[in-house]
T-cell receptor, first 112, second 113 residues
Framework: DGGITQSPKYLFRKEGQNVTLSCEQN?????MYWYRQDPGQGLRLIYY???????QKGDIAEGYSVSREKKESFPLTVTSAQKNPTAFYLC???????????FGSGTQLSVL | KQEVTQIPAALSVPEGENLVLNCSFT??????LQWFRQDPGKGLTSLLL?????REQTSGRLNASLDKSSGRSTLYIAASQPGDSATYLC????????????FGRGTSLIVHP
């Protein structure tokens, strides 16, 4: 079945540590997105990529980094510069304009 | 910059009621609008997508309407069931935002037996 896989489901970060969240899709979608969700809040855009080897900052990119070396993969690194990383992180992909957005099951990141 | 607002923030209804969730947006030059469902601790599932040229979309007991001129969309759920309990979010894509979906904060729905 086609879909988006996020891993791990739960992740714990120590102070000063960088951690990487995985997002893989087998839908052959060009566009991929990373959103952050805090309790009771909507989704805020961190980074997005509309084509391989290209990505753009979203509204809250500070303290995060991404890469898009393959069409299927869009990993997100939460760096030590992100001082408040505890949140639910969602990856999404989209095939073309006016197509539905597909989401992964999310990664809950917490600080030890 | 597009802003999306959803009212009410929370809703609790008895089983069997018909209900309406509201979504408003500030820039009416949209490309499409989507309604999503999110269960606790899970990702989002797309329910309905309305293109800018459309007025409504239907899927089973769900009906979503779009009025671009007033900057509003409604999600109508008929004959609500306990299994409908979830958070419902709307997202708007527009040309000014490079077609990137902008989300509202959602409406948390509880349908009690």
């Amino acid at each position: 079945d086609g879909g988006i896989t996020q891993s791990p489901k739960y992740l714990f970060r120590k102070e000063g540590q960088n951690v990487t969240l995985s997002c893989e899709q087998n839908l052959n979608h060009d566009a991929m997105y990373w959103y952050r969700q805090d309790p009771g809040q909507g989704l805020r855009l961190i980074y997005y990529s509309q084509i391989v080897n290209d990505f753009q900052k979203g509204d809250i990119a500070e303290g995060y980094s991404v890469s898009r070396e393959k069409k299927e993969s869009f990993p997100l690194t939460v760096t030590s510069a992100q001082k408040n990383p505890t949140a639910f992180y969602l990856c999404a992909s989209e095939g073309a304009y006016n197509e539905k957005l597909f989401f992964g099951s999310g990664t809950q990141l917490s600080v030890l | 910059k597009q802003e999306v607002t959803q009212i009410p923030a929370a809703l609790s209804v008895p089983e069997g009621e018909n209900l309406v969730l509201n979504c408003s947006f500030t820039d009416s030059a949209i490309y499409n609008l989507q309604w999503f469902r999110q269960d606790p601790g899970k990702g989002l599932t797309s329910l309905l997508l309305i293109q800018s040229s459309q007025r409504e979309q239907t899927s089973g007991r769900l009906n979503a309407s779009l009025d671009k001129s007033s900057g509003r969309s409604t999600l109508y759920i008929a004959a609500s069931q306990p299994g409908d309990s979830a958070t419902y979010l709307c997202a708007v894509s527009d040309e000014g935002g490079s077609y990137i979906p902008t989300f509202g904060r959602g409406t948390s729905l509880i349908v009690h037996p």
